[in-house]
C-alpha cells in the first residue's frame, strides 16, 4: 500500500507517521501494493481527529475517528476500517463485481465474523426526574457520549447525547 498522509493544523512527525503506517498496515494483506491510503491527521482545539480515505474500484472506503490523543484516533479508525472493509467484501462476493484493488487471498479468506447483531450485554438502572440541562451534566460525570432520563417537566424518557461538535443534543418521543 501507499500512504500519503498529511495534516492540518499539526505536524506529522515520524512516530504518527510510523504508527499510522504499523495500524494501517495490518489491512495490506486486503489491497494490492499500488492501493493508496489517504490518511489526513487534524487537530481543532483539544480534539485529535484522522480521517482515510482509500477509493478501490467502483467505491470508496473511508473513516473518521476523533479522539483527545491522535494515537488512540488511529487505532479506533484501523477497526472501522477494518468492519466496512468486511461488510465491502461480502458486498463484491455478492454481487460477483470486479474485485482488481483487493488480494485474492482476502477475497478467498473465510469470514470468521458474523454480521448479525449480537447483543452482549444488558443493563438496569433506575431513572430519575430531572431536567435535560442537569442530565448533560450526569453524561459529562460519567464520560459517557449519552444519558438515558426521565424528563422531569413531560414525563417521559429522553436521551442527552454529545455531538460531533462537541454541543449536546436531546431526544424526546413524539406522542
Known amino acids: 500500500m501507499q500512504y500519503i498522509i ?28 499500488s492501493t493508496e491510503v489517504h490518511v489526513t491527521m487534524s487537530v481543532e482545539k483539544e480534539r485529535q481527529k484522522i480521517e482515510v480515505t482509500i477509493p478501490v474500484k467502483g467505491s470508496v472506503i473511508r473513516a473518521e475517528e476523533v479522539s483527545d490523543d491522535m494515537y488512540v484516533s488511529i487505532d479506533l479508525v484501523e477497526d472501522v476500517i477494518e468492519r466496512q472493509l468486511r461488510k465491502h467484501k461480502n458486498k463484491l462476493i455478492q454481487q ?8 485474492k487471498m482476502f ?16 443493563k438496569k438502572f433506575a431513572i430519575k426526574p430531572m431536567d435535560p440541562e442537569e442530565a448533560c451534566v450526569q453524561m459529562d460525570l460519567l464520560g459517557h457520549s449519552f444519558y438515558v432520563f426521565r424528563n422531569a417537566r413531560t414525563e417521559e424518557v429522553n436521551v442527552v447525547y454529545k455531538r460531533k461538535d462537541g454541543c449536546f443534543g436531546l431526544i424526546e418521543p413524539e406522542c
Not at 9 to 18: C, F, Q
Not at 96 to 103: C, D, G, I, K, T
Not at 107 to 122: A, G, K, P, V
Open 107 to 122: 477475497l478467498d479468506e473465510q469470514d470468521s465474523m458474523d454480521d448479525e447483531i449480537q447483543i452482549i450485554r444488558t
Open 96 to 103: 460477483q463485481q470486479s474485485s482488481s484493488a483487493f488480494s
Open 6 to 33: 498529511s495534516g492540518k493544523n499539526i505536524d506529522i512527525t515520524e512516530g504518527l507517521r510510523a504508527a499510522v503506517q504499523e495500524k494501517l498496515g495490518k489491512l495490506g494483506r486486503y489491497f494490492n501494493d
